[in-house]
């Protein structure tokens, strides 16, 4: 859609927009509230610095930190959430400016907690742990996190350093989201405006061949001009986070980065060995497939993100949504659904599209209060299929507030996308058994591949696989330069793809466009997730009840259990092959059906 034909924000129509007012009726109680803020964080640290002695201390002093806590993270969204609407709103903008620096204050005057409680003896803190269940989680993140703390002023002074830390990362930004600038390309005489964003949304996935092809070309070639640059920008990312693992004592990177997501290596490596081995002859069936169905002479890197049938693309109205979710979700009981129903009675998206308003789809939740979801409705299928993604996080954060602290909301990055991609697959299996449409079926089956399988198990996998290699010569005191990341970049497509797909200069450089390097071994949870939300997916399809309540019990759980423990609440267990692999031959058994729907639609 081109910007001139796109609403201002007040101009929409408010039934499509979220709605704030349950927050706060007017921003003046917001501005009052953040003013609150700085002296109540001052009253805390004036009364606990220093004196945390006994465990009944350390317990109030939880008690009030999660009380200020709330109010803070309340307001924080809210600025965060009225600005994401509208960028160009400047009276938003000062908002969100606002309170992001109060924010800073205030947990700058708190973190007293965390480093003085990180040096008391272990039995005060076991004592409180004794005395309340509330805050165990926290306490047992203490310890455990104790024996790879640095001295108190090293710790004050590494905090300090914060924003310099964070170079790395904003450098690559600013690289690609500023300096990188993409001439025109022509195609047939007629020429063509490319960027970054124009390139990924659209350019790639055109089914005009001449197009797509030749978009890649010119995005690689004006790419690579940045690839030094951008090099040893994340070279210095690396190593920054090398000298932090050895300087706290961990044995090796992997450990270190590991630490946060409450998992091992042995959950991580399994991950990028079984995929990479037994995923690769599915997809590349897929891939294959693609080629027929285009017509296409060979198939190239270039080409793996067109879609099966690209003129088919069912419409669907916000209010024949709501059908298809209740539809989808039934599955789950009444208490989910009315959960998730209240979403449109209560207004908790927004729905939108118009001038300055954030692209994608995301959901924040908000403890007390309602979760917010945010989209921009094109009116198409596969948005119900985001809609109801983020309704599970928002299902999620509105069943562990009623049974956890604030404190252990959090949940390890490595489960945090099953129970919102679990809601795609009832979708999906929803959709192929009410449709006698073959080409209905085949489009939400390879929708599932193509998006959702694709997205978490191949895209983020292959970064993961590459990842991986980088960080072992890291790890063992080498450095990396473009032509390394090139070529482990490389490596990584070919183990994957083998001769099924061309990798056409440029697709080399792919490690360039993900800005998820700077987060540490994240890109591999994707598909860690929805490991198991399928499991779980396949159990309540085949035991029905028993499986259901066990799955609302994770839910309910919120962050109090690690991954492997979370999961084996949910019947499952992830510290053996079996969910994976299980899962991998699940999306075998989709590209088969997708085959057999292509010849079906062919013979008619
Ligand atoms: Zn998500």
Known sequence: MSENKLLKRWEVEESLTWDLTRLYAVPEYFEKELK?????????????????????????????????????????????????????????????AKAQMIFSKVMGNLSFIESELKEKPEEILQEAMGKTEKYRVVLEDILRSKPYKLHREVEKTLAFFDPVLEAPYQIYNQAKLADLSFPNFIVEGKEYPLSFVLFENEYQMDPNEKIRREAFQSFS???????????????????????????????NIFEYLLFDQKVDRSLYDRQIDLIMEELAPHMRRYAKLLQQEHGLEKMT??????????????????????????????ILGEDYLNVVMRSYDERWVDFAQNVGKSTGGFCAGIYDYNPYILLSWSGLMSEVFTLVHELGHAAHSMLAAEEVSLLEMDVSMYFVEAPSTINELFLTNYLVKKSEDPRFKRWVLSSMIANTYYHNFVTHLLEATYQREVYKLIDQGDSVHANTLDKLKKQALKDFWGDAVELSEGAELTWMRQPHYYDGLYPYTYSAGLTVATAVNQRILK??????????????????????????????????????????????????????????????
Request: net charge negative; with cysteine.
């Open 36 to 96: 609150s803020f700085l002296p109540k964080s001052e009253k805390i640290q004036q009364k606990y610095d220093g004196k945390l002695e006994s465990s009944d201390t350390i317990l109030m002093c939880l008690e009030e930190y999660e009380s200020l806590l709330k109010k803070v993270s309340k307001a924080g969204t809210y600025s965060f959430l009225a600005s994401s609407v509208d960028e160009t709103d400047e009276k938003n903008q000062q908002r969100l």
């Open 221 to 251: 070639k004006e790419l690579r001009k940045y690839r030094n640059t951008m090099a040893a920008t994340y070279q210095t990312k690396l190593q920054q986070e090398k000298i932090l693992s050895d300087q706290r004592g961990h044995e």
């Open 301 to 330: 890197y270039g080409d793996l993100k067109i879609s099966l049938d690209p003129e088919y693309d069912p419409k669907v109205t916000i209010e024949e949504s709501k059908g298809y979710i209740k539809g989808a979700l039934s």
């Open 543 to 604: 035991e029905g009840e028993p499986a259901v309540k066990d799955w609302l019990d994770v839910l309910k759980s919120g962050g109090t259990m690690d991954p492997v423990g979370l999961a084996k609440l949910a019947g499952v267990d992830i510290t053996t092959d079996k969910p994976l692999k299980d899962t991998i031959a699940y999306i075998g058994t989709m590209v088969d059906e997708i085959e057999r729907l292509t010849e079906e639609i062919h013979e008619k």
